[in-house]
């Protein structure tokens, strides 16, 4: 596992030590960035993320490599949150970061909107949908701002009419989309 590009291209990161935390592969990372990169034209640089679900960190890292002004990184797992805390020390523990404690579904309003919101929650488990209705509900996101989400390729999901999607990639067993936040 290692970033991909950007400053810290190259770097690697630590590993997930069991089962339960399922980080987003190297390859489909390089593949999702390139999209919002090239593909929607918006890119990271400079913009707000939240990483909800975020297991190993492996999603904010790499848009913090690419110049992210901040990422907030959720989870609910006391292992991951670790996880994650090492492996932004790996980076040099930057200090346009923030940890939360929490579940992904049920995350409160900040202090600002996230320009980009990875959503990567652990497969078959339903949350995607109430994971974006309380997105909504606290208005964590800009107008016109992106919701991520990576689900497994099986899986039959379903989103609210604020979002269009307007990307989607399957690869292998996981399929991410990526949705464009409109009022």
């Not at 960035?33 to 707000?48: A, C, D, Q, Y």
């Not at 090492?86 to 579940?103: E, H, R, Y």
Request: glycine share 8%.
């Amino acid at each position: 596992m290692r970033i991909i590009g950007g400053k810290y291209r190259g770097k690697k990161l630590i590993p997930p030590v069991d089962n339960n935390i399922r980080p987003t592969t190297d390859r489909m990372r390089e593949t999702l960035f390139n999209m919002l990169e090239h593909g929607s034209g918006r890119g990271v640089h400079g913009t707000k993320i939240l990483d909800l679900y975020a297991g190993s960190g492996a999603l904010g890292i790499e848009a913090l490599s690419r110049h992210a002004k901040h990422v907030t990184f959720v989870d609910n797992n006391f292992k991951s949150m670790k996880l994650i805390k090492d492996n932004c020390a790996l980076i040099g523990k930057p200090d346009n970061v923030t940890f939360i404690s929490s579940d992904g579904t049920k995350i409160q309003k900040r202090d600002h909107e996230y320009g980009i919101i990875f959503i990567d929650p652990p497969y078959r488990k339903n949350l995607i949908l109430p994971t974006l209705e309380n997105i909504i509900y606290q208005n964590l996101i800009s107008t016109d701002g992106l919701a991520v989400i990576e689900y497994a390729s099986d899986e039959d999901i379903k989103i609210p009419d604020q979002f269009r999607e307007i990307k989607m990639r399957k690869m292998g067993e996981a399929t991410f989309s990526i949705l464009e936040f409109s009022i």
